[in-house]
């Protein structure tokens, strides 16, 4: 039997997400959502004149979510449109695998490196965003053999047609419905 450790966290996104490109070694590439999460605790303990202390900590976690690229060579709309929902200071619900990645880097190949991220790929993983009202965004920067895709192929940008509102009916109280 395989051990699995899962993650079910709500939080607070630290930073916009980013949707980067990847490539592969085979020559491919597929997109990659990231964005990291802050969890605010608190705990109490005994102070040392022996009164109640709240101690406060913050949690950290890096999520990642896989994307393949189409035969036109664009994303899935839900991948353009969570990078647009997942903005600094927005709470995110999320369940996932806990897994470490193994790397090195050119600046020292003979170290390795190690990330633990929360993997939001498979079957039961979620991604959850709360939507507040809209603010005005910036980009972050991209790091690694990744290039940063700004722009979404599915807005069109032409202006959203308003649905039309059913004319009020007026009902009076003394009445009858029937």
Request: charge should be neutral.
């Given at each position: 039997m395989n051990d699995m450790s899962i993650l079910i966290a709500r939080g607070r996104a630290t930073g916009n997400a980013e949707l980067l490109e990847v490539p592969t070694t085979a020559g491919g590439k597929f997109g990659k959502l990231r964005f990291a999460i802050a969890i605010n605790s608190s705990y109490n303990k005994r102070g040392a004149d022996g009164k109640p202390v709240t101690?406060?900590?913050?949690?950290?976690?890096?999520?990642?979510?896989?994307?393949?690229f189409d035969d036109k060579g664009n994303l899935p709309k839900h991948a353009y449109d969570m990078k647009a929902m997942i903005l600094k200071g927005r709470k995110v619900t999320i369940k996932g695998k806990v897994q470490t990645r193994v790397f090195k880097t050119k600046e020292y190949p003979e170290l390795n490196q190690y990330a633990t991220e929360v993997d939001l790929n498979g079957f039961d993983s979620h991604?959850?965003?709360?939507?507040?009202?809209?603010?005005?965004t910036a980009g972050g920067a991209v790091q690694g053999g990744a290039t940063a895709i700004e722009g979404n192929p599915y807005d069109s940008g032409a202006p959203q047609q308003e649905t039309p509102v059913e004319p009020a009916i007026e009902q009076h109280l003394d009445e009858k419905p029937f």
């Amino acid at each position: 039997m395989n051990d699995m450790s899962i993650l079910i966290a709500r939080g607070r996104a630290t930073g916009n997400a980013e949707l980067l490109e990847v490539p592969t070694t085979a020559g491919g590439k597929f997109g990659k959502l990231r964005f990291a999460i802050a969890i605010n605790s608190s705990y109490n303990k005994r102070g040392a004149d022996g009164k109640p202390v709240t101690v406060e900590q913050v949690n950290y976690h890096n999520c990642v979510k896989t994307y393949n690229f189409d035969d036109k060579g664009n994303l899935p709309k839900h991948a353009y449109d969570m990078k647009a929902m997942i903005l600094k200071g927005r709470k995110v619900t999320i369940k996932g695998k806990v897994q470490t990645r193994v790397f090195k880097t050119k600046e020292y190949p003979e170290l390795n490196q190690y990330a633990t991220e929360v993997d939001l790929n498979g079957f039961d993983s979620h991604l959850e965003v709360d939507l507040p009202p809209r603010t005005t965004t910036a980009g972050g920067a991209v790091q690694g053999g990744a290039t940063a895709i700004e722009g979404n192929p599915y807005d069109s940008g032409a202006p959203q047609q308003e649905t039309p509102v059913e004319p009020a009916i007026e009902q009076h109280l003394d009445e009858k419905p029937f």
